[in-house]
């Protein structure tokens, strides 16, 4: 069975910094590309950055670019986001997904953790 | 950057209905659309991709057509389990973006 699991999410304040994690099981992580999306509270969903297997080739959403980063350990079966320079509109459930193919199609999800900027 | 329109971005239906939802792209993308279901509290669930292609599991009322900037996602008699937010998204180029959703509402 295919699992992704976000964690790290958390309450942290304007300028802060904060490390998002997706282990995931139940596939060759290190053949899939991977994705971060975002859903601010009662709104619609967000792209925000791609990564392929071998994490030299990153894709970034305006909105987070300069700010945010995503990386992988393969060895780990982990995908990672750095964000720093967090802002109030970063606030969010962040999903982690996995890409079919080199296609951006997301189909395997975790349940998404929550980031809230706020002081 | 490729935006999408979705309407309607609200429906009220009830069981047994036909229902049709529409995304826009401002320019052509062939047929690289996407189509999510969303539950309340849930991650997004993969319903279709290339526009017309049913995901493996999903029922057969759903289905997906068109091609270039006009696009439609059906669900052919609306069931209980299927009151949910609709999301369209292209996978043209990147950035990758979303349309604003439909949420399905009993009636």
């Known amino acids: 069975e295919v699992q992704l699991v976000e964690s790290g999410g958390d309450l942290v304040q304007p300028g802060g910094s904060l490390r998002l994690s997706c282990p995931v099981s139940g596939f060759t992580f290190s053949s899939h590309w991977m994705t971060w999306v975002r859903q601010a509270p009662g709104k619609g969903l967000e792209w925000v950055a791609n990564?392929?297997?071998?994490?030299?080739?990153?894709w970034y959403a305006d909105s987070v670019k300069g700010r945010f980063t995503t990386s992988r350990d393969n060895a780990k079966n982990s995908l990672y986001l750095q964000m720093n320079s967090l802002r109030a509109e970063d606030t969010a459930v962040y999903f982690c997904?996995?890409?079919?193919?080199?296609?951006?199609?997301?189909?395997?999800w975790g349940q998404g953790t929550l980031v809230t900027v706020s002081s | 950057d490729i935006q999408l329109t979705q309407s309607p971005s609200f429906l009220s239906a009830s069981v047994g209905d036909r229902v049709t939802i529409t995304c826009r792209a401002s320019q052509g993308i062939g047929n690289l659309l996407v189509w999510y279901q969303q539950r309340p509290g849930k991650a997004p669930n993969l319903l279709i991709d290339a526009a017309s292609a049913l995901e493996s599991g999903v029922p057969s009322r759903f289905s997906g057509s068109g091609s270039g900037t006009e696009f439609t996602l059906t669900i052919s008699s609306l069931q209980p389990e299927d009151f949910a937010t609709y999301y369209c998204q292209h996978r043209h180029s990147y950035p990758l973006t979303f349309g604003g959703g439909t949420k399905v509402e009993i009636k």
């Open positions: 990564i392929n297997p071998d994490g030299a080739v990153t």
């Open positions: 997904a996995r890409l079919r193919g080199t296609r951006s199609t997301f189909d395997s």
